[in-house]
Each structure stands twice: as structure tokens, then as C-alpha cells.
């Protein structure tokens, strides 16, 4: 089985790709519209600097080779929510071709190309069975990302999908509405013939689509059939595709350069981009500069690529086991309220070398932390952190089965969370309860 | 005459030739200091713009092109959208859906096209300044059969905006006038970089300092199938350029030949894109049958009210773009545009500009027209087409008159941005030649 993704992404550019309108909620329909978006004749596209600066970063991401001129084209179809009825896209020269993502850092999905080009609007079916078209949505801009057919499952789809859409909020600080701004064009064969199941919305639709779609496949072949070249649709309500149309090919939108865009020689502009290392990439390479495993990394990377920036601060100043010790534990449990106070990281790479001089205990540098980062007062916190420690203590001693049982068994702790949880009643994070009964418990042993 | 006076006879005017799709009803020009048209593919938000195309038929702009809005600010008032063949589809202003403007030399005749309406309009209002678009040729062409004097500057110096497309990558507005004066007084108004153009972004400043053409070369090409009385009035027009000190040589551009088939590939290509957006949806005629999916219907509108000609272009761009022929037309034609430039850019080492007659012959009567194949018709351009292929100004100037008093024009090119030495040579000329001014009868 193959399955290869074509993903729209929405730039979050403040203004469309080709006006000025804003790319914003509109209050209602068709108000963030002007003639360019309309396509009113006479009116012309002007382009957007910061959708080529975002299409840059992204193919980078991608490792695509970024081409020195690039331009746009004219795809021409007749569809109502189209306002020109020709879309600008990239045909000839895209802003990369050729690149490549490993999924989990490991198996190499081939990326064909990136390109840009502008959103069309929306149309929307009325009960009485006519049609509304809503252009507030027309020239957003879109990067339209197309890999090979190197995916095996559904499940592998939505995975690097979930990886590649993290990757894509991570280096353009795509904000998190919901996974509506993220739509996937499905590739899939299961045997010689492609099918292609148009504007899946979501990660989790392109997984239930995919599978539907490969359930259908198999049957039809099993029967004896034959699966013909076609474009379908996917209901989400029923969880099915259907054919919408047999597949035109590419070529056959009649591509011509975009005569109103002129050439855009990217080469300096691209140069001068740099790009924040992806997710991933961070996680691989903590767990091999620093010779930590890849989960721990992982679980660093994943609370915040900040944090996991910390730990590098951290190992830099004391060592290793120090700065994951501590990184993962007081410093994860209280990172919540960390971000929210806006005070510098600093202060937590000097407590922590503190402690790593000898200069406070164990208990202090926890309490330390905790009062730092969270704001509470040295005495609060410390009040807060010894009740925390009494129950956990007492508990401990009535039940010294679960410090023997923890030897062998990984979620011998969670009785203990659990119960500290309940007495405690939300007065302490989750996070520093787990860290806090973790420490005992290694006390103990 | 005056403004006023202009205004109250532009109905019986127009009744007589024709040049206005929709003109003002106003009997006096208020504050305005000059009065000026459009073609009629120029959005203006006080008139209908419709492009000679019943698809656009009720159509009111919310936007001024740019041109339109610089000359209304710089005092002018805009008495009118000027008739012309639908989308600039033509050569003679027949193709239109509205009204097929008269020669005024001879009212069974053509204008030329597509800007017929605005050269009849600059030859018969006195005073006047019109705005014209060329695609292919569809300024100097009607400033022949018109004879009067038609500017197309170098591509991108006037915004587009708010001209309504037919060949993006061509389309330039131009100017028409009697008195070539105009030209240079209003060029400087009009042009000039614009936002909401980026092609208009790249261009030098104007600079209007009078330089002379001091050379020009004379492509022997040019002169094959040239009518004898054009070619009379063409020789003519060479001796009185030499008489004044100005260098003539005959020279090779094999290349120009080429530029028709090219031309017609790329500006059909680039059309039927352009025409893809009028399907009877947002704008102009909306009255098809709801109940149909929205391709039948957006058929139905377009078999409707798009004309022959339109129709004809759309499938000839259409055809040229298709996979498997876009390699061998589309991506052809652009390499020879680029032949053609290279061309042009040879010649002007050695030459300020390059000479030419406009058209191959007087303008024809309208029973003539009606006999004539859409080849043989698309044929007349090869002089206009060349120079529109390129992007360079271009300059028609009157040179003669056949034996019926038909007049015949001559056409200057110059290198990217040379518009200077255009307008100086049409000053220049006025004063060497004797324009005639057609008896107005009305």
C-alpha cells in the first residue's frame, strides 16, 4: 500500500496573499473582501513579502532545495467559490523541490515539493438545496506541501502528520486553532490505481478516511474490480468516501505563467532566513550530544522546546545527570507557572549550580525552584512543600510495600499519586506531586 | 470651441459616428479644466464599463483605474467610455456588442480597432485627449485610419489597474490627440509607479528632456505587402525625415515575421484565463436558469453573451495551453518574444529608432470587413504586433493621404522607457506635415 499527502497549510500572515484584507475572523460573510479578492475585473494581485518569507521557512524545514527564481502561475477551473475562476499557484518553479523528513528520525518520507499559492472561498449548502459563496476566505495565502507515496498506513499518515504539523506550528509560529487551518489532499493505492480523496480537514479525519478508503479498495479488488483513477470526497459524518469526479491530471489546468507577479529572485532572501530547530531534530540531537535517552529527550522537547533549551543551559553549568535530573523534575513541575511569571531562566541555572557546589541540600534547591518560578513566597512554599512532604512521607511509612514493590515495578508510584492527589485537593500541580513522590520513593531505597 | 460647447453637441455627435458606448448627459464642464474619454475597458465608477461585451452589460466599476483617477485629479472630467471590439477582440471595432464607431473621414469606413471609439472621439472632439488600450496594436492602428497621433509608452509605465484585462503581459494604455502637444502634457500625468500595480514598479523616471531621433532604421520586411498608396505615403514620409538631417537605413529583421503567430498564441493563452471569470456569477448578466449544476450554467451564460470573436479567442487560448500543446505553442512563443526583443535591441545600437508603416492599408469600407477571414484580419497586424510582442513605445504620426483622402500612418518604435524621443518627434513632425482635420458632419 502507498500513500502519499498533499498538505495546505494557512499562513499566518496578517493580510491576504494578494491584498490588503485581513486574514482574520470576519464578522460576517463576505466582508473581509475587496476587488483583488473578488476578482473584479480590472483589479490585480500584489504579493505578499511575508507568505514568500513563510514558504521560505517551511521548505527549509523540509530540507528542500530552495530555487534561486521562482514565480507563479495560473490554474484555470470553473468552480463558484473561485472569484477569478484561475488560481494562482506554482507550477514550473516552486519555492523548493526535493526534500526529505524522517519520520520519528527514523524512516525517510520524501518531500516533492513546496509551493505556494491562494485559498479560494467557501462555499456553503442551504437546506433549500441552492448554494452561498463566501469569499472572506479567497487569497489566504496556503503552502501546499506534496510528498511521495512513501507512507505504509493510515496510522503512519497521521502520525507524520502530527509530527510534520508540530514541526510546521514550531518554525512559523502557526498559532493553535484547532486543526482546522491544516487540510491534506489523501493519496492512496492499494493496489495499481490511485484514488485521491479531496480536502480532508483535520489529522484524525485523514486517518479515518484513509482507512475507509483502503477498506474499499481492498473489497473492490477482492471482488474482482477494478479501481479507477479518481478524485473523491470524504463525508465525515458517515465516515466514507465517495467519487466526486474521475482525476484530471495536473497538466491538464492549462498552466500559464502569471503575467501580473513578476520573477522572484529568492537566492538572497532565503540566505538570509534562518529557521528554529525543528522539534525533532532538537530531540535527536539532545539525546545524542548529551548521551540521554531519546524518551527523556523527548519529554523535555514535548512540555517545551524552551525548557529543553534550559536543560542545555543547565548541563552547560553543572553536568549531565544534574541538569536532567532537575530539568525533568522541580523544573518540569513548576514550568507552567514559570512561563506565566516572564521572569528570566537565569536564576534557575544559578539555584541548580548552587546546589551542584554543595551549597544547598537537595530539599532547598526543590524549594528554591518551586518559589521562583512560581512566585510564591520562600515561606509559603516551603509551608506548601511540607505538608506536601509530610503525607507523602506518612504514607510511605504505612505502606513500605510500594517502596519495595517500585524496585520492580514501574507504576507502584501511581498508588501513591493518587492518594496524595486526592488529600491534597489541586493545592499542588500534578507535576511536582509526581516529582516529589518520585524523590522519596528513590529515597527510600 | 469650448468645454461647454463640446458637451452640448456630444449627443448629435455620437448619433453621427458612434464613438461612445455611454457618455455624460452634463450641458457644462463645471470646474473641470480639460475633458477626456476611455475605451471602454477602463473602470470608471460613474459609467457602465462593459468592455464592448454584452456579458459585462450592467456593470458599474466601485474603483477608478489609475490612469482615469490621475487625469480626474489633475482636473479632467470623463465625458465618456468609448466603443471598441469586445475585449479588444479586433482590428476594426466591428466585434463590438454596442456600437461600431465611424471613420470621420469616411463613415462607411472603420476606425481600426480595438480602440476605435477613442480615436474617433480625439479626431472629431476638438480639443480632446482619449485613452486608449493597445494589446497588439489596437492604438496605432485607429490613430491611422484616423490619422491623428497615438503614444503607447513602454509596457508597465502606465498602471494597469483598472484595466480590464485581455493580454496581461501586453496590455499597455496609450494616448490619442490631434495635437500631439497632448501627448506630452498628459503622458507625465498617467504614468508613474502605482501599489496596485507591480508591474508598474520597475520603471525609470520619465523624463521629458526633447531629444531628437537623430537615425532610423527602416526594416526591408516591414515594406512586403504593403499597399502602393501606403507605401507612396510612407516614402513620402521618409524624404521629409531626411530633408530635416535625420539618418535612414534599410536593415533586416527577419525576426519581425514571426511576431504574428507568437503574438496570437501568447495573447489568446493569456485571454482565456483572463475571460474565465465572466460566467454570469458576479458581475454583468445573471439571468440563466438557477436550477441547473453550476458548469451548464455558467455555460449557458457564456454561450450567450460572449461574441464570436471572443468565443473564437478563447478556445484558440485554451487550445495552446493544453498538455501535450503547451510545450510546442505557449512555451514556443515566449522564446520568440524574446527573439523579438533581441531583435529590436540590435537595431537600437546602432539606430534611435525604428521605422515602419502602421498598417498595410487605408482603412477599409465596412463591406470589405464583413468579406474578410478571422486570418486575414489577425494578418493586418504584423507592423502593430511587433512592437506590442516587445514592450516597446511605439508612435503613430499621419504621413499621407490615399486618393479618396484616406489617411495613412507611419510608425515609430524606440528602445524601453525612450517615450522622450516619441513625443519630441510628433511635435516635430506637426510642424512638417499637414495634418488634415476631417470636415465634422453632424
Known amino acids: ?445 | 470651441m469650448t468645454a461647454d460647447a463640446t458637451l452640448a453637441q456630444l449627443k448629435r455627435l455620437n448619433d453621427a459616428y458612434q464613438m461612445f458606448r455611454i457618455f455624460t448627459a452634463d450641458q457644462t464642464a463645471g470646474d473641470a479644466k480639460f475633458l477626456f474619454s476611455a475605451k471602454d475597458n477602463l473602470t470608471s465608477q460613474e459609467y457602465e464599463t462593459c468592455c464592448g461585451s454584452r456579458i459585462l452589460e450592467g456593470y458599474r466599476p466601485i474603483f477608478d483605474a489609475t490612469a482615469i483617477a490621475r487625469l480626474k485629479t489633475a482636473g479632467g472630467k470623463l465625458i465618456g467610455k468609448t466603443n471598441m471590439d469586445e475585449f479588444g477582440f479586433g482590428t476594426f471595432s466591428v466585434n463590438s456588442a454596442f456600437g461600431v464607431p465611424k471613420n470621420p473621414f469616411d463613415r462607411e469606413r472603420s476606425c481600426g480597432g480595438s480602440s476605435g471609439g477613442s480615436a474617433c472621439a480625439a479626431t472629431v472632439l476638438e480639443d480632446h485627449i482619449s485613452l486608449g488600450v493597445s494589446t497588439g496594436g489596437s492604438v496605432c492602428c485607429p490613430a491611422s485610419f484616423c490619422g491623428i497621433y497615438g503614444l503607447v509608452p513602454t509596457y508597465g509605465r502606465i498602471s494597469r489597474y483598472g484595466l480590464i484585462d485581455y493580454g496581461n503581459s501586453l496590455d499597455k494604455i496609450g494616448l490619442l490627440a490631434r495635437d500631439p502637444v497632448k501627448l506630452g502634457q498628459y503622458l507625465p500625468v498617467i504614468a508613474g509607479k502605482d501599489p496596485h500595480d507591480p508591474t508598474s514598479g520597475i520603471q525609470p523616471e520619465l523624463k521629458l528632456r526633447h531629444r531628437p531621433i537623430r537615425s532610423i532604421a527602416v526594416p526591408k520586411e516591414a515594406m512586403k505587402g504593403i499597399s502602393p498608396t501606403v507605401a507612396k505615403a510612407f516614402e513620402n514620409g521618409l524624404q521629409i525625415l531626411q530633408s530635416i538631417g535625420i539618418d535612414v537605413e534599410r536593415v533586416d529583421m527577419p525576426m519581425l515575421g514571426y511576431a504574428i503567430p507568437a503574438y496570437y498564441v501568447l495573447a489568446t493563452a493569456e485571454a482565456s484565463t483572463n475571460l474565465a471569470r465572466y460566467c454570469g456569477m458576479r458581475y454583468g448578466h445573471q439571468d440563466g436558469d438557477y436550477t441547473q449544476g453550476f458548469d451548464a450554467y455558467f455555460s449557458s451564460i457564456r454561450t450567450q453573451y460572449f461574441g464570436d470573436e471572443a468565443k473564437r479567442r478563447i478556445l484558440l487560448g485554451t487550445y495552446t495551453r493544453m498538455e501535450g500543446f503547451r510545450d510546442r505553442y505557449y512555451a514556443k512563443a515566449l522564446q520568440v518574444r524574446m527573439d523579438v526583443i533581441d531583435a529590436y535591441k540590435a537595431a537600437f545600437q546602432n539606430h534611435d529608432a525604428v521605422l515602419t508603416p502602421t498598417m498595410p492599408f487605408v482603412s477599409p469600407k465596412f463591406t470589405d470587413i464583413a468579406k474578410m477571414t478571422p486570418v486575414e484580419s489577425y494578418a493586418a497586424d504584423y507592423l502593430t504586433v511587433p512592437p506590442n510582442l516587445a514592450g516597446t513605445p511605439h508612435l503613430n504620426c499621419p504621413c499621407g493621404y490615399d486618393a479618396d483622402g484616406m489617411p495613412v500612418g507611419m510608425q515609430f518604435v524606440t528602445d524601453h522607457w525612450h517615450e522622450d524621443e516619441l513625443i519630441t518627434m510628433a511635435e516635430q513632425w506637426d510642424k512638417l506635415f499637414d495634418v488634415r482635420i476631417p470636415e465634422v458632419k453632424a
Not at chain 1, 96 to 125: A, C, F, S, W
Not at chain 1, 180 to 205: A, Q
Not at chain 1, 363 to 389: H, I, N, P, R, W
Open chain 1, 1 to 445: 500500500m502507498k500513500i502519499g499527502l498533499e498538505i495546505h497549510v494557512q499562513l499566518p500572515t496578517k493580510s491576504k496573499m494578494f491584498c490588503s484584507c485581513p486574514t482574520t475572523d470576519a464578522p460576517a460573510p463576505n466582508t473581509h473582501v475587496c476587488p483583488t479578492c473578488l476578482g473584479l475585473p480590472g483589479s490585480r494581485p500584489v504579493l505578499n513579502r511575508q507568505a514568500l518569507v513563510y514558504g521560505i521557512m517551511l521548505a527549509k524545514m523540509l530540507g528542500c532545495t530552495i530555487a534561486d527564481t521562482t514565480w507563479f502561475s495560473r490554474k484555470t477551473y470553473f468552480y463558484p467559490d473561485m472569484s477569478k475562476s484561475v488560481q494562482i499557484t506554482q507550477y514550473d518553479h516552486p519555492i523548493g523541490v526535493g526534500g526529505v523528513v524522517y519520520l520519528d528520525g527514523k524512516k525517510p518520507i520524501r518531500i516533492t515539493r513546496i509551493h505556494l499559492e491562494e485559498d479560494p472561498g467557501k462555499t456553503k449548502r442551504t437546506a433549500d438545496m441552492s448554494s452561498l459563496v463566501d469569499y472572506n476566505r479567497s487569497g489566504i495565502p496556503l503552502a501546499e506541501i506534496v510528498t511521495e507515496p512513501d507512507l505504509g498506513t493510515p496510522a503512519e499518515a497521521r502520525e507524520f502528520l502530527t509530527q510534520l504539523v508540530a514541526d510546521i506550528r514550531h518554525t512559523i509560529d502557526l498559532p493553535e486553532n484547532g486543526e482546522r487551518s491544516i487540510r491534506c489532499d489523501c493519496n492512496i493505492s492499494v493496489g495499481k490505481e490511485r484514488c485521491e480523496i479531496k480536502n480532508v480537514t483535520g489529522l484524525k479525519n485523514a486517518e479515518r478516511a484513509l482507512t475507509y478508503e483502503m477498506i474499499r479498495q481492498v473489497q473492490v479488488l477482492k471482488a474482482g474490480g477494478k479501481i479507477d483513477r479518481e478524485t473523491r470526497a470524504f463525508d465525515e459524518a458517515r465516515g466514507v468516501t465517495y467519487s466526486v469526479r474521475k482525476k484530471e491530471l495536473e497538466a491538464d489546468y492549462g498552466y500559464i505563467d502569471e503575467p501580473d507577479l513578476g520573477i522572484y529572485h529568492v537566492g538572497m532572501l532565503a540566505k538570509s532566513i534562518t529557521i528554529k530547530e525543528s522539534p525533532l531534530n532538537m530531540t535527536l540531537r539532545l539525546a545524542k550530544q548529551y548521551g540521554i535517552e531519546e524518551a527523556k529527550a523527548k519529554q523535555l522537547v514535548a512540555t517545551s522546546t524552551d525548557l529543553a533549551a534550559l536543560f542545555e543551559q543547565l548541563a552547560a553549568a553543572t553536568d549531565v545527570p544534574t541538569a536532567l535530573t532537575w530539568a525533568t523534575g522541580a523544573v518540569t513541575a513548576n514550568w507552567k507557572a514559570f512561563t506565566a511569571r516572564n521572569v528570566p531562566a537565569a536564576e534557575i541555572v544559578d539555584i541548580v549550580k548552587h546546589l551542584r557546589a554543595g551549597q544547598i541540600t537537595d530539599t532547598q534547591c526543590a524549594l528554591e525552584l518551586k518559589s521562583y518560578m512560581t512566585g510564591q513566597s520562600a515561606e509559603s512554599a516551603a509551608a506548601a512543600a511540607a505538608d506536601l512532604e509530610k503525607i507523602i512521607a506518612g504514607y510511605l511509612d504505612e505502606h513500605s510495600e510500594v517502596v519495595a514493590d517500585a524496585q520492580k515495578n514501574d507504576r507502584a508510584a501511581n498508588r501513591v499519586i493518587g492518594f496524595v492527589m486526592k488529600q491534597t485537593g489541586g493545592s499542588h500541580s500534578s507535576a511536582e506531586i509526581v516529582e516529589a513522590v518520585n524523590r522519596q520513593i528513590k529515597q527510600r531505597l
